[in-house]
């Protein structure tokens, strides 16, 4: 397990597959390519817990499996707790001498639902008691395993099954819940935005988080063909292009202080990133400036806190 | 030699616990189960009991912590009571069906509405069918007993499954008793180390809880009920075994004068030592009646049960919760569907009572008694009784 993927590139990345071949996700899932660089971080001394979603269905139907590492799936909005238990549960039987745990990376994963909806209340406490585990959240901008469904993460225009375009609605009414900005409310050791068309910023993330004394947060990008309307193939770019428009910027929250891994300083337009994606194919040029503006509006701010943390 | 002590029910479930040398606690306080898990965060902070304690922000927290530390092999125990064994719900059903052992003591409490924070056992019943092992008590001893069987019940290879021990809500969880604290020698004796052959584990990788398709999901779910039934034979053993160290003898279905007798009461739970006076005094005015208390709910000792009512004409059944909208007590309608198929069998009466912390007295059990007698002759068209209610 390297620390330093950007420095060194992809000759430092395991060729075991801990996520293995043969699972079932959508052509272009790059929720499962998050899952499968991830694992590859993690290394084979870790305990994976998943909350009910795509990344569990895709990946566990009786009697085969696709995971190489110990897994456990219980519930949908209860990752954070059965993390909590395990991490509990682990450093007793090693202070107790009955079994030893040796660095054993607890990480509790769970789609945007399952994070910042159903399950937001788990994590909050997870989080507030200190636990040393990394939560990694898989964004795919909605509830996929059930049928595309709105999410507080879906963004604003986005049309979905339950928030859909129609003559009175242009699909979601409401901005993308800020998750990564709650987490690091709870001032939590460390907490990052990422992204798998950026693998090794991505992986270094993963070995950081799994490092830190405390809980770790990462909160990943994860492009979903199938509920975006948008082309397999284009899965990669449009990941891309969601960190080049500033759509989904890349950053780190280190014990309180922000620092911008991926800069943009020449940010492209967000139709660029929208108009390429069946979801949004409905909104109007008015629209899409309401969009662009807020991104602007979230953007800047995030660069002078940055920059206000940099300088400080 | 064990010391007699008096302490309140709920420390004594604090003090088993301690002796078990639990390694994880995870609980969420409601009451009256508070003083139990009070007890434990007290123990864990003056350095007594060596476990982690999670203060979880929630009941269904509590019980998903508690799957992820069973999990990797360490032994875990929580309580809880009425709404908190509700919010626990679908987290109960997993605990069971991917056999992660623990122990749950539940204070048993009505539910709302309206709000009651006192004892009944409507809690008990809508979690009846997840799969749990569920032993019900009726004093501090049985309670401090079960505990400690529990644990070695629940971590049994042969069983591996999640075990509750219900007391009644203040009836028994805030009442000072003379209890027996076990030494510690005799329960490292009686309760071997938790050794989970399936822990999640780097070195033996294994996949907990994959779901099923239709094609496996019925065999999962048989294997599951012919597994649970099949428990009844270790916790009887655990139960012998338990007599044969500390001398104190638990069955599944116990009766109490009823050899013989033409009408059986049956009871549950700390109530049972009021319906006991009850049968005194009645047999000493010369009735011929008896009790019949069932301490083993899930599995259902039906054999047990059956064996204990095949002489009698009446059996009462007291029930300390209503099945809305059915037409008898939950575990009257379980008794009747265990007699039914019989040829001979006695006629059995519902009356529910004791709801939300009501109390009866030996002087109402006598009249529940008569009521049920009355209930079951052949020309009574009523099916059911709620015992007590002014109107
Ligand atoms: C308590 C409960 N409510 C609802 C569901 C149904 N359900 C399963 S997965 C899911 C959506 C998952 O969405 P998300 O967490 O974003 O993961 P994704 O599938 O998008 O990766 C829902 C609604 C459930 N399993 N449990
Ligand atoms: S629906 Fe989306 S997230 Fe789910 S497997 Fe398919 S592409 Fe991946
Ligand atoms: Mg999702």
Known sequence: MTENYIAFGKRQVTKEEYFAPGHRACIGCAEALAVRLAAKALGPNTIIVAATGCMEIVASQMPWTSWRLPWIHTLFENTAAVASGIESGLRTLESKGKKPVEGINVVATAGDGGTSDIGLQALSGALERGHKFLYICWDNEAYMNTGIQRSSSTPYGASTTTAPAGKQSIGQMTWKKNLPAIVAAHNIPYVATACPSYPFDFMDKVVKGSKVDGPAYIHVFSVCPTGWRSAPEMSIELGRLAVQTGVFPLFEIENGKYKINVNTPKRKPVADYLKIQGRFRHLSEQEIKLIQDRVDKEYDALVERAEKDKAA | ?391
């Open chain 2, 1 to 391: 030699m064990a010391k007699r002590v008096g302490m309140e029910v709920s420390l004594a479930i604090g003090e088993a616990a301690k002796l078990a040398d639990v390694d994880v606690v995870a609980a969420y306080p409601i009451t009256p189960q508070t003083h139990i898990v009070e007890h434990l965060a007290e123990l864990v902070a003056n350095g007594e009991l060596k476990s982690a304690y999670i203060p979880v922000e929630s009941e269904h927290s509590a019980m998903s912590a508690c799957l992820g530390s069973a999990a990797v092999g360490a032994r875990t125990f929580t309580a809880t009571a009425g709404q908190g064994l509700e919010l626990m719900h679908e987290v109960l059903y997993v605990a069971a069906s991917m056999q992660l052992p623990m122990v749950m003591a539940v204070a048993n409490r009505a539910l709302s509405a309206p709000l009651s924070v006192w004892g009944d056992h409507s809690d008990v019943m809508a979690v009846r069918d997840t799969g749990w092992i569920q032993i019900f008590t009726e004093n501090g001893q049985e309670v401090f007993d079960t505990v400690l069987c529990a644990f070695r019940i629940a971590e049994d290879p042969k069983v591996l499954l999640p075990v509750m021990v219900h007391l009644d809500g203040f009836h028994l969880s805030h009442m000072i008793e003379p209890i027996l604290i076990s030494e510690e020698d005799e329960v490292k004796r009686f309760l071997p180390p938790f050794k989970y052959p399936l822990a999640l584990d780097p070195k033996k990788p294994v996949t907990m809880g994959a779901f099923a398709p239709p094609v496996i999901y019925s065999e999962a779910r048989k294997a599951q009920e012919v597994h649970l039934a099949g428990t009844k034979e270790a916790i009887v053993k655990c139960w012998d075994e338990f007599a044969s160290i500390f001398g104190r003898r638990y069955l599944p279905v116990e009766t109490y004068r009823a050899e013989g007798a033409k009408t059986l009461l049956m009871t549950m739970g700390s109530f049972s030592e009021t319906a006991m006076e009850t049968i005194d005094k009645m047999r000493a005015d010369g009735k011929d009646i008896g009790l019949v208390r069932l301490r083993l709910w899930r599995p259902f000792p039906t054999t047990e049960l059956r064996q204990a009512v095949k002489d009698a004409e009446t059996l009462v059944v007291f029930d300390r919760a209503i099945s809305l909208g059915s037409q008898a007590g939950p575990v009257c309608s379980e008794v009747r569907s265990a007699l039914y198929n019989l040829e001979k069998k006695p006629r059995v009466a519902s009356v529910i009572g004791g709801l939300g912390g009501r109390d009866v007295t030996v002087a109402g059990f006598e009249e529940i008694i008569n009521i049920g007698i009355k209930m079951a002759k052949k020309e009574s068209q009523q099916e059911i009784e709620i015992f007590g209610v002014r109107e």
